[in-house]
T-cell receptor
Framework: AQSVTQPDIHITVSEGASLELRCNYS??????LFWYVQSPGQGLQLLLK??????LVQGIKGFEAEFKRSQSSFNLRKPSVHWSDAAEYFC????????????FGTGTLLAVQP | KAGVTQTPRYLIKTRGQQVTLSCSPI?????VSWYQQTPGQGLQFLFE???????NKGNFPGRFSGRQFSNSRSEMNVSTLELGDSALYLC???????????FGPGTRLTVT
């Protein structure tokens, strides 16, 4: 069955430090993968997506993610975190075909220390 | 281009009542999906509509239903509300349902 795992429920980093949020997926075919960010009381904002091609994808707000098929991973990175990056981050895989839906991980809550 | 809009933003209902939530997709988007977000279950897919037809449905009871109009606007309805239906309901739109979904701000439903 398709699934997405985000092993880290909560992460705290210092402002200016680098960030890596982990995401592992289970999907039979070539996956369409996404990272979304959610601020408190808000909807989900698309950060970046991977459909095919270059395995390192760039997104908004200085985020990037690398698709590694051999590890079934799609980790999100940012070289220098800003206080405004504090939010919850969700990794998702699109199932397509007959089911046509996003399957989300449980999310990683990011706190940024000054 | 305007984003996905959802109304109302907040609702308080009593057990046993019914509720209707509305979603207007991005102009030109024909597919609308609904998701329920709760602290315990996370983000779960409810259903997807495309060209006024329900194309996919998640694992929710029949109390949850929806529809889509010819202008792609969508509504979802929950009948006989239960306390466990308290959640953030998110609507998302795509051009034709291929992966890249854009979300609205959500409707926060509280059932008392």
């Amino acid at each position: 069955a398709q699934s997405v795992t985000q092993p880290d429920i909560h992460i705290t980093v210092s402002e200016g430090a680098s960030l890596e949020l982990r995401c592992n997926y289970s999907y039979g075919a070539t996956p369409y993968l996404f990272w979304y960010v959610q601020s408190p009381g808000q909807g989900l904002q698309l950060l970046l997506k991977y459909f095919s091609g270059d395995t390192l994808v760039q997104g908004i707000k200085g985020f990037e993610a690398e698709f590694k098929r051999s590890q079934s991973s799609f980790n999100l990175r940012k070289p220098s975190v800003h206080w405004s990056d504090a939010a919850e981050y969700f990794c998702a895989v699109f199932t397509g075909g007959a089911t046509n839906k996003l399957i989300f991980g449980t999310g990683t809550l990011l706190a940024v220390q000054p | 281009k305007a984003g996905v809009t959802q109304t109302p933003r907040y609702l308080i209902k009593t057990r046993g009542q019914q509720v209707t939530l509305s979603c207007s997709p991005i102009s030109g988007h024909r597919s609308v999906s609904w998701y329920q977000q709760t602290p315990g279950q996370g983000l779960q897919f409810l259903f997807e509509y495309f060209s006024e037809t329900q194309r996919n449905k998640g694992n929710f009871p029949g109390r949850f239903s929806g529809r889509q109009f010819s202008n792609s606007r969508s509504e979802m309805n929950v009948s006989t509300l239960e306390l466990g239906d308290s959640a953030l309901y998110l609507c998302a739109s795509t051009i034709e349902g291929l992966g890249e979904q854009y979300f609205g701000p959500g409707t926060r439903l509280t059932v008392t």
